[in-house]
Nanobody, 129 residues
């Protein structure tokens, strides 16, 4: 079983950048597909980005495409989310998620919060206007 801990959240002005990290322990991340999701009060957790277990494939929500970049470093057992050109509507708690023994890549699957087995506790990102 893998444990996930997010870090890097904080307060930033609109147009600024932040980099989130997800550190894993308990199991090598190389066996997992990884995702980032976000949630605001009263709303469902929504997909942000995902990366395949090999790192060769990435997927982004339309709302963040071209502004966010997901990457992984299996040697360090971490996954990162580089966020730039941030907007106030990006304000949310950001969660890292992992899927053990991922199935064949499918955008529908990778973009679903139900696909992932493990979740971190979340990190708050606040973008001021």
């Amino acid at each position: 079983q893998v444990q996930l801990v997010e870090s890097g959240g904080g307060l930033v002005q609109a147009g600024g950048s932040l980099s989130l990290a997800c550190a894993a322990s308990g199991h090598p991340l190389g066996h997992y597909a990884m995702g980032w999701f976000r949630q605001t009060p009263g709303k469902a957790r929504e997909f942000v980005a995902a990366i395949t277990w090999s790192g060769e494939g990435t997927l982004y929500a339309d709302s963040v495409k071209g502004r966010f970049t997901v990457s992984r470093d299996d040697a360090k057992n971490t996954v990162s989310l580089q966020m730039s050109s941030l907007k106030p509507e990006d304000t949310a708690v950001y969660y890292c998620a992992a899927r053990l023994r991922p199935t064949t890549y499918s955008p529908t699957a990778y973009g679903s919060r139900y696909y992932y087995n493990y979740w971190g506790q979340g990190t708050q990102v606040t973008v001021s206007s």
